[in-house]
């Protein structure tokens, strides 16, 4: 019900033409929103540009499938998670990779963003559901 959107937005889903979460939410949601932001923006230097043009390529290859190209998006996030410190959780780590990532991969190829957004939707949904659920509801 209260989704958090890869930008850091809330849904935008209404009730009455008003929005469906209570100011105190809405609050809450954009902090961890700005708090997966500044991280993300520490992740985007350095995730190197091999990482995100070999994901590029799976991502050009139509004969993969879905679950294919999320499997390559897992290893991908899986990789670089090993060079976060040690300090940090280890699922907020990989949700905001998996975010920054389809961040990288679109502006490098911008005819992927439905591909790779869809993609990191699914890997999101896969491996990260019940943290993006405790993360908002804490």
Known sequence: DMELQTDGNRSGHMQNGEPALDPEVNEVVQIIAAQLAEIGDQFDKEIKARVVNELVQHFLNENLSAEEITRHMSEAV?????????????????????????????????????????TTVNYITQHLHNYVVRLVSA
């Open 78 to 118: 899986e990789g670089l998670v090993r060079a976060i410190p040690s300090d940090m959780d280890r699922e907020k780590a990989m949700l905001v990779l998996a975010m920054v990532l389809t961040k990288k991969i679109a502006n490098t190829m911008p005819s992927l963003l439905h591909r790779v957004f869809s």
